[in-house]
């Protein structure tokens, strides 16, 4: 079969994609301290100018709807398609990346994660689940893809809503977390049911069928005698 160098060149803009997240994830993946204020240590003496401005400071209050952050909650109305709440609540901070419309979110249990909101990027992101032989997909509607891709000895965990153009990603190591049980315990997609058949309906649908088998032969011979 002929290669077709339309096809490859878009597999490699894919990787191209996946330098922000490598760069991202190799960083320090605890949350940033949030700055306290300055004020009362520059100046001892204006304990009225201080105490005045105490209610601005918390801006980072829950929501009376959600009970998330506000900067979780602004980051979670957006991106809500690709992970359940729960996920969201489990964030301590969802900072502003540098790339544009995209977000770093990160809480002591779940690790960081990458949230982009760009329709090229969703595209060449579910091209390489779908295609690479490094990848695998454990679901795939369409419009959402759910799977990882492995580089390497990490895999980065994927889900993408190609009808928002929004993808959300996770880097983890191989060797310490299987991606496909890390998609499961996270909700982002649900784990296959195999159905199991019923012995006892086998045995009844064999006894019935040898019943009739049974009846079968006595009828043939009597009609022969």
Known sequence: ???????HARVAL????????????????????????????????SQSTT????????????????????????VYEVFGTLAPEELFAEFETCDPSGVEDSYACSGSKVGQFQFFRNASKAASTTQLLTELRSSRVVEDTGSKVVGWTTIGTM????????????????????????????IYELGLAEPKTTETSDPSATTEAGEATGATDTTEVTETTAAKS
């Not at 994609?17 to 240590?41: F, G």
């Not at 105490?51 to 900067?71: H, I, R, V």
């Open 51 to 74: 105490t005045s401005a105490l209610p601005e400071t918390p801006t980072t209050e829950s929501t009376a709807t959600s009970g998330l952050a506000k900067d979780i909650q602004k």
């Open 1 to 7: 079969m002929a290669s077709n160098p339309q096809k």
């Open 155 to 182: 895999s980065i965990i994927t889900v993408v809503d190609n009808d928002k153009g929004l993808v959300l990603q996770q880097m983890v190591s191989s060797d310490k977390i299987d991606p496909e049980e890390r």
């Open 14 to 45: 894919g990787f191209v994609a996946l330098i922000p997240l490598l760069a991202a994830c190799t960083q320090d993946d605890s949350p940033q301290e949030t700055s306290t204020p300055t004020t009362p240590a520059t100046s001892i003496s």
